[in-house]
């Protein structure tokens, strides 16, 4: 059979990798100035628009979905192409994935420090920038299937099975985590509440840690680690088993962070189940990235490319090794909300996707520009700082975060708790802050040096942009075939829709199992006649406390231990939720849990507190927010909030929203006038005062004496 001639698109390889690049040291350098806030305030430069709170989900995002998602999409379409030997499916939709997804960085960029957020973890963008990923992420989808029907290859390679899973798994996550109610262009409120919010919120969240961050690396191991080191993968059948139990199991864990929470017992249990089977598919693949080494060791010593692999590897073994760890509730109980989980968080952020990016990228630029890499030894130096800079960074974080979890359970002889005050944990800790901050830096330099190097090698070659390949076409109907390609696998490779649909039935069946009876079984969730919906100007308060990213500090959910109950008060009921749209239980406490502060603290301590923090707590690390104090409430939108949240159920009475402003006045009136009473002036229509009737409601409904609550009935 005569040979077709065609060309590999390496453009959109090129353009996917400098944007790697260009997002990676943004994005990390965000991350090394929200680090030095959490020992140096100040570093926020006194602006409303760089406090952590609004800028730690900007570093998440940038990480995640900037530096992550353009490797992704460097290295699929790098691999893509020649593992289905076919130039990809149009030039049009590529591009238009490039910028689309560009474009939606930059959205971010603007909207995550303006405080325009939703609050969900790795998930904060509001509607019209989620409409706008669902669009691109279809567009990228329809590239890469279209690649795939008009391959000349028979079989789908193994990467080329974990970027079908990621595709299709994180359209679904994405999905349903976005099911929100606009209420305007730039707001919105999640359809779900509480209890069921929480569980949807962490199935999307552990699970886009699984289809973003961890199958399409798997993928893009699978392929780029077998051409570093010139030898085939270890074990087809090893992949085989790692594919499909990996991507069966991984759906059913998210649970976990949810542990010893309101969430239903049997889920949590589901979700420790689970968990705890993950580390055989992921240490399988570990096992098979690293075998695949064997006899290559010499190259490893002295390819710069293979040694981010293995430390990649390796790191990915260890955060796969203590995730099911941190998922039985006797080590959960004690790591959870603690420094021990940022730790955790980064060894595979930092060592599993920074190094494998950075081993593929320094292997990549090169091919596509036919030359050679610019300096070894500045790729040798990067290699050697940014691993200093991972130990630095995760070793303190340990230490902090066993530190943190010890103190906050520590009596003493006659029972009381030996650090009942919170500020005193959050002091020890700051030498481990600080260096991590070092470590950050390390590794941010590592970053800075590469993208000297790589500029350096492309300026000193040329993009081949079009890249010459030939292969047979793809027989229709094949004579003489091999006994080996009945075996139902190989079957099954040759059929790429078949394999999607089926990929999509394994991940969608332990999403329904946990999420169905949590959502149809009302005993799941049992209500409480005491719990009111919020008044409009508790609302409103509420959604400062979203914009100003409060949840990324400060949990609102007290677990049933007598450590937590002695220090916070009552513990959490899955009833006191049912109204909140979004769920706010936190997933880390660097400061204390507010879910019973309503009336723990005078109205004029909250105004102090939050003009200066540390004239209420000597030593605290959270910044000022004097611009609570002058910035007037906006409540052009409050009776559009009231109705919408009459539209998700929650039982205010008929027209309700007509009376809404009279309402929030007058409650409003009321906290300014005891605040005049402590000698502090304040407008009843400054955002200050709806911040302290949110935190004087919160987690008051079950006490006894609800007489201070306005009714809104």
Known sequence: MQLEKFTYDNKIVRNFGIATIVWGVIGMLVGLLVAMQLFKPEMNMGNQYTTFGRIRPLHTNAVIFAFVGNAIFMGVY???????????????????????????????????????????????????IDIAITLIWVVFGINMFGTIIKRRERHLYVAIWFYIATFVTIAVLHIVNSFQLPISFLKSYYVFAGVQDALVQWWYG??????????????????????????????????????????????????????YTSLPGWAQSLGVAFSVMLIAPSWGGMINGLLTLRGAWDKVREDVTLKFMVVALTAYGMATFEGPMLSLKQINGIAHFTDWIVAHVHVGALGWNGFLTFGVLYWLIP??????????????????????????????????????????????????????????????????????????????????????????????????ANEAAEAMALEKVVTNEDPADKKWHRVLERK??????????????????????????????????????????????????????????????????????????????????????????????????????????????????????TSMSPGSIMPPYPW??????????????????????????????????????????????????????????????????????????????????????
């Open 78 to 128: 790098y691999s893509l192409q020649r593992l289905l030997k076919a130039r990809m499916f149009s030039n049009l939709l590529s591009n238009i994935h490039f910028w689309g997804w560009q474009l939606i960085i930059v959205s971010a960029v603007i909207t995550l420090p303006l405080g325009i957020t939703s609050s969900h973890e790795y998930a904060e963008l509001e509607w019209p």
């Open 206 to 259: 552990h699970n886009a840690v699984a289809f973003f961050l961890t199958t399409p690396y798997l993928g893009m191991m699978y392929y780029f680690l077998p051409k570093m080191a010139n030898r085939p993968v270890y074990s087809y059948k090893l992949s085989i088993l790692h594919f499909w139990s990996l991507i069966f199991i991984y759906i059913w864990a998210g649970p976990h962070h949810l542990l």
């Open 367 to 464: 091919r596509i520009y036919k030359t050679e890499l610019y300096s070894k030894k500045l790729a040798s130096f990067h290699f050697w700082i940014g691993t200093l800079g991972i130990l630095f960074y995760a070793i303190p974080m340990y230490w902090a975060g066993f530190t943190q979890g010890l103190m906050w359970k520590e009596f003493t002889a006659e029972g009381l708790l030996k650090y009942a005050n919170f500020l005193t944990t959050t002091l020890q800790i700051i030498p481990m802050h600080i260096l991590r901050s070092i470590g950050g830096a390390l590794y941010l330099l590592g970053a800075i040096v590469m993208t000297y190097n790589l500029a350096k090698t492309m300026l000193r070659g040329k993009l081949v």
């Open 496 to 613: 790429p829709m078949k394999f999607m649909v089926l990929s999509m039935i394994v991940i969608l069946i332990g999403g329904m199992v946990e999420m169905m009876p949590t959502f149809t079984i009302e005993s799941n969730v049992p209500t409480i006649s005491s719990v009111k919906p919020y008044t409009p100007l508790e609302l409103e308060g509420r959604d400062l406390y979203i914009r100003e990213g409060c949840v990324n500090c400060h949990s609102q959910t007290i677990r049933p231990f007598r450590s937590e109950t002695e220090r916070y008060g009552e513990y959490s009921k899955a009833g006191e939720f049912v109204y909140d749209h979004p769920f706010l239980w936190g997933s880390k406490r660097t400061g204390p849990d507010l879910h019973r502060i309503g009336g723990k603290y005078s109205n004029a301590w909250h105004y102090n507190h939050m003009l200066d923090p």
């Open 628 to 713: 609570l104090i002058t910035q007037k409430l906006d409540t052009t939108q409050t009776e559009a909030k009231i109705r919408a949240m009459q539209t998700l159920g929650v039982p205010y009475r008929e027209n309700f929203d007509k009376v809404a402003q009279a309402k929030l006045k007058e409650q409003a009136d009321v906290i300014a006038a005891d605040l005049k009473q402590n000698n502090i002036e304040v407008k009843s229509d400054r955002e200050i005062v709806a911040l302290i009737a949110y935190l004087q409601r919160m987690g008051t409904d079950i006490k006894a004496n609800k007489t201070t609550i306005p009714s809104n009935q």
